[in-house]
């Protein structure tokens, strides 16, 4: 008996590894996704079955029942969460967003897209999200030779990704693109705690040793280099490294003082001010020389010059037949590291010098542990620390500290 025409087919959610059935309805045209368990297994070919035998016996209708009884006007039922996540990604651009934030905000967005992304905004509620954190358990880093399973995310990059879904939805709400009940009913979906759902917890960032640090010194531009010794003796954030300017430098003391325009809390009216003692001055020194004043520090196209003045004096004479490599003016290079161009250039380092790759938080946790272990809690303001509760009350005495454990380590 040939099969009835028009029946949805049982499909694999990838992302998840979850079977996923879309049911349209007959009247609206609106379409909405069913997951039913794992792929493959007994239980979601009989939950397909049920579900199939619902929606027929309704006329191929929708069930009303499971679509969240919240206020929504014809623009939230008709808008999808693809092109929601699609505007609320054009807002941050235009906003100024920095390329890292975005990055991970676009990594949350796709998993929900992928889950739920036909879905009208008007459907999405508290069990949504929930199929959208299940996704992203499910969700494993590419491939690599090292990594032939991939990599999963961590509970608390999950967390993360979340809260970057239900903050798009504040969004769209200020915007009147979704209902006004939704974020509040969003926050009723409690975090992830340790142990749930097998998901692994991540690894404690140790500080890098400093014999790591010196390792890859030969193998580094002299711009790169001075990032690190920047960082490796201010505590610096690899986003402020990146983005220092003369201008944002008060040199007028021995303790230089650099007050980063962009920082991690300036949206929240914080001041940030690191300091620079003899050592991240020496670095800097060189750089600042005939460079204009709202110029970045750290140019990569200085850095790109120098790696290749390096390898054409330590390889081999090029062979009349072989073409040049694209010279800097053709190649769409930015005027200032990102903190990925940054962490890039030193893991290709510790490859080279043979040592373990480390990151840039884990430098700044290097220079941490230094100043805590003479100074304690008053070298917060160091490290921009805003937890410490004392940090606003003993201000005037932070600042001495701080002064002091620069000239000393910086």
Same mark, same amino acid.
């Given at each position: 008996m040939p099969a009835p025409k028009n029946i949805p087919s049982l499909r694999l959610h990838k992302p998840s590894g979850r079977a996923v059935v879309t049911l349209t309805d007959v009247n609206t045209g609106r379409r909405k996704d069913h997951f039913l368990g794992e792929y493959g297994t007994p239980e979601a070919h009989h939950a397909y079955a049920e579900v199939l035998a619902a929606w027929i016996a309704r006329g191929r209708v929708l069930d009303s029942s499971s679509t969240p009884t919240l206020t929504a006007t014809h623009t939230h039922a008709t808008t999808s969460i693809a092109a929601l996540a699609l505007a609320y990604v054009r807002h941050l651009e235009e906003r100024g967003t920095s390329k890292d934030q975005l990055d991970c905000i676009r990594a949350a967005l796709r998993v929900m897209r992928s889950t739920c992304g036909g879905m009208a905004v008007a459907e999405f509620g508290p069990l949504a999200l929930q199929e959208v954190r299940q996704s992203m358990i499910a969700l494993r880093y590419a491939k690599t030779k090292a990594r032939p399973k991939g990599k999963r995310w961590t509970r608390s990059t999950i967390n993360r990704r979340v809260q970057h879904v239900v903050r798009m939805f504040r969004w769209a709400v200020a915007h009147e693109r979704a209902p006004t009940a939704l974020p509040e009913a969003l926050a009723c979906v409690e975090p992830l705690k340790a142990g749930e759902f097998g998901v692994p917890e %991540?690894?404690?960032?140790?500080?890098? @040793?400093?014999?790591?640090?010196? #390792?890859?010194? %030969?193998?580094v531009s002299n711009v790169v280099w001075a990032m690190v010794q920047v960082q490796r003796y201010t505590a610096a954030r690899a986003g402020e490294v990146c983005a220092m300017r003369p201008?944002?430098?008060?040199?007028?003391? $021995?303790?230089?003082?650099?007050? @980063? %325009?962009?920082? $991690?809390?300036?949206?929240?009216?914080?001041?940030?001010?690191?300091?620079?003692?003899?050592?991240?001055?020496?670095?800097?020194? @060189?750089?600042?020389? %005939?460079r204009a004043v709202d110029a970045y520090l750290f140019d990569p196209r200085e850095s790109m010059a120098q790696r290749r003045a390096a390898n054409a004096t330590k390889g081999k004479p090029r062979r009349d037949d072989q073409q040049p490599s694209p010279t800097l003016t053709n190649r769409k290079t930015r005027d200032r590291f990102t903190t990925g161009n940054y962490r890039q250039a030193i893991h290709r380092a510790c490859e080279l010098a043979g040592v373990p790759k480390w990151s840039t938080h884990q430098?700044?946790?290097? #220079? #941490?542990?230094?100043?805590? $272990?003479?100074?304690?809690?008053e070298a917060a303001l160091l490290l921009g620390d805003r937890t410490t509760r004392?940090?606003?009350?003993? #201000?005037?005495?932070?600042?001495?500290?701080?002064?002091?454990?620069?000239? $000393?380590?910086?």
């Open positions: %991540g690894k404690r960032v140790l500080p890098v @040793p400093d014999a790591d640090v010196d #390792a890859i010194r %030969g193998h201008i944002d430098l008060d040199t007028t003391g $021995k303790v230089w003082l650099y007050r @980063p %325009g962009m920082h $991690k809390n300036a949206h929240r009216g914080h001041e940030r001010t690191i300091y620079l003692g003899r050592r991240a001055q020496a670095a800097i020194k @060189p750089l600042l020389a %005939g430098l700044r946790h290097l #220079a #941490a542990t230094k100043a805590r $272990k003479e100074f304690g809690a004392m940090v606003d009350l003993y #201000a005037e005495r932070d600042v001495g500290a701080v002064m002091d454990v620069v000239r $000393k380590i910086g």
